[in-house]
């Protein structure tokens, strides 16, 4: 019984490989348009950059972690004019919110 489960698992490996590799290969263009190109006075486009924060955190090394973080808490700054502005900060606030304590801190600051 137990050789059937190994045998399963290595034809499972490569092909969870590959899923692995094309997920973090996305996590990457998604943060690279995130930090470069996105821009967070779109409601739309925040949203994206807050959903691409959150799935994609765990494959992210700290450097692009920070700097997308920084990035959402920077675009709370402003109020929301609409339902859509509304909906992207709140999306920003969650992303931003799991990213740590200081920015726990700085999302949830009285102004």
Do not use: Y
């Not at 499972?12 to 973090?24: I, S």
């Not at 779109?42 to 994609?56: F, S, T, V």
């Not at 606030?93 to 999302?107: E, K």
């Amino acid at each position: 019984m137990q050789g059937h489960a190994e045998d399963a698992r290595a034809r499972l490996r490569p092909g969870a490989q590959r899923h692995r590799g094309r997920l973090r290969a996305a996590c990457r263009e998604a943060t690279e348009w995130a930090l470069k190109t996105a821009d967070p006075k779109r409601p739309a486009e925040l949203r994206q950059m807050a959903l691409a924060a959150d799935w994609c955190a765990p494959k992210l090394d700290a450097t692009a972690r920070v700097a997308l973080t920084r990035r959402l808490l920077a675009a709370l700054a402003g109020r929301p004019r609409d339902a859509a502005a509304l909906r992207s900060a709140v999306f920003a606030a969650l992303a931003a919110f799991d990213a740590g304590p200081d920015a726990r801190r700085h999302c949830c600051a009285t102004r």
